[in-house]
């Protein structure tokens, strides 16, 4: 299994941006499809966006235009550039690993999973 540490997360203002970064224990390659979740309070944790290793993104249509996921696999880091934030993006923000499988958008796909970490906007 991989382990998962997210960071980057805070509160700001509707309008600003956040890098959030997510640091995997082992090295990830083309056969880990790395995505990102959210979830609000209340809510269902909700797909954002996912790389499947080999050069193609994928995004959820609340972000599209907005949020873009990026990896380094040298630095087994992901990271998530969030800009143009709005009220409804505030959510507990969650990395997740997939491997030997295609990227989707079910949660339950996804065997390894970070803590999370908190974006706030007001």
């Known amino acids: 299994h991989v382990q998962l540490v997210e960071s980057g997360g805070g509160s700001v203002e509707a309008g600003g941006s956040l890098r959030l970064i997510c640091e995997a224990s082992?090295?990830?390659?083309?056969?880990?499809?790395m995505g990102w979740f959210r979830q609000a309070p209340g809510k269902e944790r909700d797909w954002v966006a996912t790389?499947?290793?080999?050069?193609?993104?994928y995004y959820g249509d609340s972000v599209k235009g907005r949020f873009t996921i990026s990896r380094d696999n040298a630095k087994n880091t992901v990271y998530l550039q969030i800009d143009s934030l709005k009220f409804e993006d505030t959510a507990m923000y969650y990395c997740?690993?997939?491997?030997?499988?295609?990227?989707?958008?079910?949660?339950?796909?996804?065997?390894?999973w970070g803590r999370g970490t908190q974006v706030t906007v007001s």
């Open positions: 790389d499947n290793g080999v050069g193609t993104t």
């Open positions: 082992v090295y990830v390659d083309s056969t880990h499809c």
């Open positions: 997740a690993a997939r491997r030997w499988g295609y990227c989707t958008v079910k949660p339950s796909d996804y065997p390894d």
